[in-house]
């Protein structure tokens, strides 16, 4: 069972910045791909970005250009860097972790989650 924490929500105004990060507590970290997802109250949870095992990256075009995904697999770490926020980014995001090479950014194939980091931003 993979154990996932997320840190590093917080609250922002419109075209600053956040970062969140994820640390995984399989040893086997590598093997697995893993994402960002969010989610605001009544709606479904909606993919942010994925990245592969082999570090192929995808985004959500809502994000392209102002979100990055990144791991760092030595530490076991997944990190989300947050450029130009807007108010529609307001939510609650979630680490996610699959054993396999490739994800995608649909949730209902993510296996494991974090408990989520609330990011608020403010117009």
């Known amino acids: 069972q993979v154990q996932l924490v997320e840190s590093g929500g917080g609250s922002v105004q419109a075209g600053g910045s956040l970062r969140l990060s994820c640390v995984a507590s399989?040893?086997?970290?590598?093997?697995?791909?893993m994402g960002w997802f969010r989610q605001v109250p009544g709606k479904g949870r909606e993919g942010v970005a994925v990245?592969?095992?082999?570090?192929?990256?995808r985004y959500a075009d809502s994000v392209k250009g102002r979100f990055t995904i990144s791991r760092d697999n030595a530490k076991k770490t997944l990190d989300l860097q947050m450029n130009s926020l807007k108010p529609e980014d307001t939510a609650t995001y979630y680490c996610a972790a699959r054993f396999a090479t490739q994800c995608s950014l649909y949730s209902y194939t993510m296996p494991y989650w974090g408990k989520g980091a609330l990011v608020t931003v403010s117009s």
């Open positions: 399989e040893y086997a970290y590598s093997n697995y791909c």
């Open positions: 990245i592969d095992s082999d570090g192929s990256k």
